[in-house]
């Protein structure tokens, strides 16, 4: 189930996908239910992204908090053929996905660039 956000969402996660080799973004709430995605139809299922991703994040809070090292704001992982970089949003979090055109750091400092943007509208 997609939760239909506001047109500023949408522009926001428009903004992130025409980074250079940016495929998708999308908002997910932290109990893995999809908010909202710009992503191209064929290519990704957003709600299974959703869910898979959401398992992820949820571990990685788990290590941080075993290490005293708080919450992660921004996790990214690299692949084979692209990336996944996920940044916190307080209740939700915006996951973007890149291929291997894409600059982690752009995307990174974008994501830092909009956060509070995104967290006031989700």
């Given at each position: 189930m997609v939760i239909k956000m506001s047109a500023p969402v949408k522009r926001i996660l428009t903004e992130l996908t025409k980074l250079?080799?940016?495929?998708?973004?999308i908002v997910v709430s932290k109990d893995g239910m999809l908010v909202d995605a710009v992503v191209p139809v064929r290519e990704f299922d957003p709600e299974d992204l959703a869910a898979s991703v959401t398992q992820a994040v949820?571990?990685?809070?788990k290590i941080?908090?075993?290490?005293?090292?708080?919450?992660?704001?921004?996790?990214?992982?690299?692949?084979?053929n692209g990336m996944i970089v996920v940044g916190d949003l307080g209740d939700n979090f915006v996951l973007v996905i890149a291929d291997r055109t894409a600059?982690?750091?752009?995307?990174?400092?974008?994501?830092?660039?909009?956060?509070?943007?995104?967290?006031a509208l989700v």
């Open positions: 250079e080799g940016v495929k998708g973004a949820v571990n990685l809070q941080g908090a075993t290490f005293n090292l708080g919450d992660p704001k921004i996790l990214s992982q690299e692949y084979e600059m982690v750091g752009m995307i990174r400092n974008e994501i830092k660039k909009l956060r509070d943007k995104l967290k």
